[in-house]
């Protein structure tokens, strides 16, 4: 007998995988740039080019972009900026990853360093993470009938789950212009800029994907009188993707990952160098799903024939929460002995990442570390521009009810607020909000019909009983006497 059966979607995370990826290259400097006398800071991040699937295996190719802010022995005031790419090949194992699976990428640069050789030539070290996904759309198929509708009697029960309405990647493109205050001179060249990424949010209404967020923007350039200056600003920001589906989402889940950054000095409208042209990409993985109460057949018998049913487990998700936590820091740091005095703050910024998680009883530990780059002023006029990095530790427990059982769960971490206060010349005071977002579904295992074959009674069979007595087990019900 042929089923009547609807067909639920469901991501399947396939493949997931972690590395790392170390890059060591020496770096000469350029015949126009002066000697390196004192490295202030060093950043960098990375831009894939190629992912390529082999036997078991991924190739990632791409470039680490560094940027090296240094102190010259040319007696000038303002440092130099030295601006590089390490180019990188490797090899990554992963077992069953096939040629044609979806694979993202996610990375991350951490610990990316510079060292003096001699004053010609750096030494770049760094240590880049990636995180390796694939994730397919897997179909679930659950009867809910007979599709001749033969006279048979079936038992139903109402199972709740999750349905995947779309899973999709988009790549968002910001673009905007921010003019100078009329206080500050023009810009005569960018020495280097940070942009940070707070309050990011995602929606999705009317069909599309809207982010919104701020991005605090710090620049220090060089005035056209070749004098260090300043510019801090904090700009909202907003775009949208389409997101193309039948019915409002009722639940959904963004990863994002900031692609891109950058800033260059424009001409405005009266011809001035006046402006800064900002343009962001954001890489985009989203999931979206229904809540549904799926009626599944359970089992079934026919006074006419006999119905041998056959099962399977099938595994379906349910939403268990989508909560967010917020933890606060405040710390009061100092500099080490030794190092440039603080006269003024131009600019910081923030980056999180997440070290550790555990599940327990009570919700999701969540382990990480909050990074904090400075940008001062010091009160050497000799040398005006100097660093500072710190990391702080955090640890937060976000509070899920009725965990328990086998659950997976996404998170998204970032920097709500932050704040640096200068209390004297060398202690400052760090106040930051960090956003921790959950995604938590809990699995299940139930038992779906996945065939029915039909016999005839035999002879004996078919002779019933006028009247029958029957003693009523434990635990029985009324389907189960009604089929005997």
């Known amino acids: 007998m042929e089923l009547k059966k609807q067909v639920i979607k469901q991501s399947d995370e396939k493949i997931k995988a972690f590395s790392q990826i170390t890059f060591d290259d020496d770096y000469i400097v350029k015949d126009h740039m002066p ?73 991350q640069v951490e610990d990316l360093s510079a060292s003096i050789i001699n004053s010609r030539k750096l030494a770049i070290r760094g240590l880049m993470n990636v995180e390796l996904l694939v994730e397919e759309v897997a179909q679930t198929q659950i009867a809910y009938g007979f599709l001749d509708g033969e006279d048979c009697q079936v038992r139903m029960e109402e199972e709740e789950m999750l349905n995947l309405v779309t899973m999709q990647h988009d790549i968002l493109r910001i673009h905007n212009e921010l003019n100078l205050p009329k206080t500050k001179p023009n810009i005569g060249k960018i020495i280097c800029y940070y942009v940070d990424i707070r309050n990011k949010e995602c929606e999705i209404q009317n069909h599309q994907l809207e982010m919104h967020g701020d991005a605090h923007i710090c620049i220090l350039y060089m005035s056209e009188e070749q004098q260090p200056e300043w510019f801090d600003e904090i700009m909202h920001f907003s775009g949208k993707v389409n ?54 057949m ?53 980056g999180v990442a997440i070290e550790h ?10 382990e990480g570390i909050l990074s904090v780059d400075m940008l001062y002023i010091t009160m050497d006029d000799g040398f005006p521009i100097s660093h500072q990095l710190e990391q702080l530790p955090f640890e937060e427990i ?39 977002g959950a995604l938590v579904l809990q699995k299940r295992e139930i038992s779906v019909m996945e065939s029915c074959e039909e016999e005839a009674f035999s002879e004996n069979e078919g002779e019933q009983a006028g009247i029958v007595g029957y003693i009523v087990q434990q635990e029985e019900t009324l389907w189960d006497i009604a089929k005997k």
């Open 398 to 436: 976000l509070d899920v009810p009725d965990l328990k059982g086998d659950v997976k769960y996404e998170l998204d971490c970032g920097v709500d607020q932050l704040q640096v206060n200068l209390l004297d010349n060398s202690e400052y005071e760090i106040k930051a909000t960090i956003s921790i």
């Open 298 to 350: 359970k089992d079934a018998y026919s006074l006419e024939k006999e119905l041998k049913p056959s099962y399977q487990m099938v595994t379906i998700w349910n939403y268990l929460v989508k909560n967010e936590a917020k933890y606060r820091v405040a710390e009061q740091m100092k500099l080490e002995n030794g190092q440039e005095k603080i006269l003024q703050i131009c600019g910081y910024k923030s």
């Open 357 to 366: 998680t555990k599940v327990l009883e009570q919700g999701i530990r969540v």
């Open 243 to 296: 997101c193309p589906m039948d019915e409002e989402p009722q639940l959904y889940w963004v990863r994002s990952q900031l692609l891109q950054q950058k800033i260059e000095a424009e001409l405005d409208y009266d011809k001035e160098m006046r402006q800064f042209s900002l343009e962001l990409a954001f890489d985009l993985n989203v999931k979206v799903w229904a809540e549904d109460t799926i009626s599944v």
């Open 35 to 107: 000697d390196v006398m004192k490295i202030i800071c060093a950043s960098g991040k990375a831009e894939l080019e190629e992912k390529r699937v082999v036997s078991e295996a991924v190739w990632l190719t791409g470039n680490i972009r560094f940027e090296v802010m240094y102190r010259s022995d040319g007696g000038g005031q303002l440092p130099e900026v030295i601006q590089g790419t390490i180019p990188f090949q490797e090899k990554v194992s992963v077992e069953n990853v096939k040629e044609m699976d979806q694979l993202q990428v996610f990375f």
